[in-house]
């Protein structure tokens, strides 16, 4: 193969999301003399960023703090109403505002594409001098003799099934920083390589996820409110299933309809995406939809540990930032603001080092002062709402945790203290043996869908002549104990239709349908043997969101 060249950069950044932009354009404000580099494996920044979104905007005010003088920013639609309800197979309840502790409130916030969020600030970084590389996937973590962090490797492009050179094959690049950002999002390919090699989950709690599912539609003007905010849970989960829905009108007669579940579920047998299409059956739900057009869809993975399973943020030669490190504060569903906030504190931390003349070492100020910051103090309220969920379901749990949101607010304790999450997700999924099949309700093709065509509305592309970016590490076990023992659950789990097993001959097979992935990660966290390992396809794959 051909030897890779190499560019240098003061620092390199993976990842054009909230947090990578926001360092990058930080960095630039700090000493426009640095060079800094971002890396987008999507084919276009925002083109792989989902999220629901409504945004704090606490984050964007102390980056770009003249932003609501500018005509051209993405935050148009102001929340205005509020709605809390609890969904039961045919009606709902909805909760009172003033029962909700302070920190519940969205008023001041934005409802907004996060997508066309991060293409601004791309647009912001890029004018500062910030060389942004869309369609570039980082494959490989570059290490110097003392085992610091040095840069990173494009993977190669044009190589075929069999792992050889095609006729189109480009070797990738390595990209070398004195310090290195990884801002993948959740579970990062390279991110959980570092957390691995350098122990940097030592000492804390596991990470906890959920799967979110989000669809953009296009409703009829008599059915929009814009700037309505209206979260849900009940219905149609269990009350022993974590999770909750979100409904938001943006402007343009759009809704932006999601579903999120904890992946700590126990049922082989469940399906995130069907409970989704069940939700927006319910008669409090559907009306919103008839006669209306679905436009997108999308799935990513949520980090859901909250504080006590933020990893070490630092390692030699670089830093963990934005959802890589897990800042989302999970009952406000938000994530954007910290991640901001942490690319920010971050890129303050290397500038400083830096302009000292260092290079390579460990940002040590960043890991000791996110406590103390903003996203410490926002992560830190709400540590015991997850754990609360899991230990004691639903409506209990739900109720514990308001109470300790609102005694984490007004006194700053909780007679929980800081609350353990037990067993890592894979973990918790129990043997099909103890459960029985789930029946779905076929979809109306009216405001329920099949899988197959709502991949399709996510515009998702992969060269099939490549080799599979979803790495089975034993086939033998696949057999034994995802089907034999579980039943399969990844065809449940998986939003995009990955994977199969099908039967030839007698024998079952395990099939998998790269072409598919929406890159949520699921199947890497989902997995009971951790069977599954997620890597990056060619630089540019995966899905093309429009406004999500």
């Known amino acids: 193969m051909s030897e890779r060249e190499s560019m240098e950069f003061d620092v390199v950044i993976v990842g054009a999301g909230p947090a990578g932009l926001s360092a990058a354009i930080r960095l630039k404000q700090l000493d426009e003399n640095l060079s800094v580099v971002v890396l ?22 102390k980056l770009i703090p003249g932003w609501r003088e500018e005509s051209d920013h993405p935050f148009k639609t102001e929340v205005k109403d509020d709605h809390f309800l609890v969904l039961g197979p045919a009606g709902s309840i909805r909760l009172p505002n003033f029962a909700m502790p302070p920190l519940m409130n969205n008023h001041g916030n934005y409802i907004v594409s996060l997508g066309n969020v991060c293409r601004w600030l791309g647009e912001k970084a890029e004018a500062l001098g910030v060389e942004v590389y869309p369609g570039f996937a980082a494959a490989e973590v570059l290490y110097n003799d003392d085992g ?8 190669d492009m044009g190589i075929g099934k069999d792992g050889k050179p095609g006729p189109n094959h480009e070797p990738g690049m390595e990209l070398l920083g004195k310090y290195v950002l990884i801002g993948e999002g959740v579970r990062g390919s390279l991110a959980k390589q570092i957390i691995n090699k350098f122990d940097l989950s030592a000492d804390r709690e596991p990470q906890k996820f959920g799967i979110g599912i989000k669809e953009l539609w296009q409703v009829k003007p008599e059915n929009h409110k814009q700037g309505l905010v209206q979260h849900s849970f009940g219905w149609p989960l269990d009350m022993k299933t974590g999770g909750g829905t979100f409904l938001y009108h943006l402007e343009d007669n759009m809704v932006a309809v999601g579903f999120v579940i904890h992946l700590n579920y126990k049922n082989p047998y469940l399906s995130p995406f069907e409970e989704f299409q069940r939700f927006k059956t319910h008669p409090s739900i559907k009306p919103t939809f008839e006669g209306g057009k679905r ?40 994530g954007s603001h910290n991640a901001m906030l942490s690319g920010m504190l971050a890129a303050e931390k290397v500038a400083a080092a830096l302009s000292d003349g260092r290079a390579q070492d460990e940002i040590i100020e960043y890991e ?6 903003q996203i410490g103090e926002d992560l830190k309220k709400v540590r015991n709402v997850k754990p609360l969920w899991s230990k004691f379901g ?15 607010t007004l006194i700053k304790w909780s007679p929980f203290g800081t609350m353990k999450h037990g067993k890592p997700d894979h973990a918790c999924l129990e043997p099909a043996s103890k459960h029985k099949p789930i029946e779905y309700p076929k979809p109306d093709n009216e405001v329920s869908f099949d899988r197959l065509s709502s991949v399709f509305l996510s515009s998702t592309n992969h060269d099939e002549d490549q080799p599979v970016h979803l790495k089975l590490a034993d086939a033998d076990l696949q057999k034994s104990s995802e089907l034999d023992v579980f039943a399969g659950p990844s065809n449940r789990y998986c939003p995009a239709g990955v994977y199969e097993w099908v039967e030839d001959e007698g024998k079952q097979n395990f099939v998998i349908n790269s072409q598919n ?8 966290i989902k997995d009971p043997n951790q069977n599954i390992n997620w890597t990056v396809p060619q630089g540019g794959e995966g899905p093309m969101y429009p406004n999500m």
């Open 40 to 61: 987008e494996k999507g084919a276009e920044v925002g083109a792989h960023i989902l999220s629901g979104a409504v945004v704090d905007p606490v984050g964007v005010d």
């Open 148 to 155: 610091a962090v040095i840069g990173v490797a494009t993977g």
């Open 295 to 334: 436009l997108s869809y999308g799935a990513r993975a949520i980090t859901e540990g909250g504080f006590q399973s933020v990893p070490k943020l630092t390692f030699p030669g670089g830093a963990l930032i934005g959802c890589s490190a897990g800042f989302v504060n999970v009952p406000r569903i938000k």
């Open 368 to 373: 000791n002062e996110w406590r103390g910051s």
């Open 394 to 408: 639903t409506i209990i749990g739900v109720g514990l945790g308001g109470l300790d949101m609102w005694l984490n």
């Open 517 to 524: 992935c929406v890159h949520c990660k699921t199947c890497d």
